[in-house]
């Protein structure tokens, strides 16, 4: 069987080459000619016309409060108590982490006009930043597989200091970054873990604990976490009951039901997940683009 397979397996390359070398002419390379007419390229939107191209649902209205060259490459924004506004730059994406050209930029509405005109990079040097939250005048960064605090002592807008809270975040995956801080009615700062998931301990510390699968919660004075339910991919948020609501690539809305710490207490207990999707049309929903479809 394995030799009837692997001379099956021989035609068949065999023959995929033949069809390659049939696709150009005898002595001509894919990079000779022009072709740049057989793939038009479509131009980038400028940012004063691009408000006109999104569709939003009925109830709902959008309106710009910053474009280039005032921020780039965001991924995620919070603001803080004074209305500014910290943005992730995210710059390079994957190809070019360990030159460290991601950043956090601060903006400010000084106007009051409800669009944002000044901005300074509040701090720089950054890897893969992808979270961040404003606590007591400070920043929280997730940047990993680090967690910091960054705070702007002398009030310029830029951090002048620098402290390492968590690290261990898992940085296999780009796409499965540690994501979306959010605070939750415990009190707590809540962190999607993502599929990178990793082994989390505080600095200078031998223990770490294994978030995979799971979320995390610590406390933001103390440092101190726990485990939490969830484990989605990308994007995690509470509504004002507490209830929680979690994302990922093929599975667009998920709800979480309970935490299941709870369970623990008794092993011999079987129990559901405690992350369901509850997306009408199921996960992998269609998507429909408006865009016009690029060569």
Known sequence: MNSAWNLKSRFRVLTLLCAACLVLPFGQSSADGDFSDELPRIPAT?????????????????????????VASPVAIEWDAEGRLYVCEMRGYSEDRDEGISRIRLLEDTDQDGRFDTSVIYADGLLWPTALFPYKGGLFVGDAPNLYYFNDIDGDGKADTQKLVLTG????????????FRWGL?????????????????????????????DLAFDPDTFE???????????????????????????????????????????????????????????????????????
């Open 225 to 295: 976490f726990e485990l939490t339910s969830g484990g989605a991919q990308h994007g995690m948020a509470f509504d004002d009951w507490g209830r929680k609501f979690v994302s990922s690539n093929s599975n667009h809305i998920q709800q979480v039901m309970y935490e299941d710490r709870y369970l623990t207490r008794n092993p011999y207990l079987k129990a559901p997940p405690a992350r369901i999707s509850i997306a009408a049309d199921g996960p992998q929903a269609e998507v429909f683009r408006t865009s016009p479809v690029e060569p």
């Open 169 to 180: 975040f898992g940085t296999s995956n780009v796409q499965g970054l540690m994501n979306s």
């Open 186 to 214: 415990d009190n707590r700062i809540h962190i999607a873990c993502s599929s990178a998931a990793g082994e989390v301990g505080r600095p200078g510390t031998t223990k770490t604990t294994n978030v995979r699968g799971r």
């Open 46 to 70: 400028p940012p004063e016309q691009a408000i006109e191209t999104f569709t939003v649902a009925e109830g709902f209205k959008i309106q710009p409060v910053a474009a280039e060259p005032l």
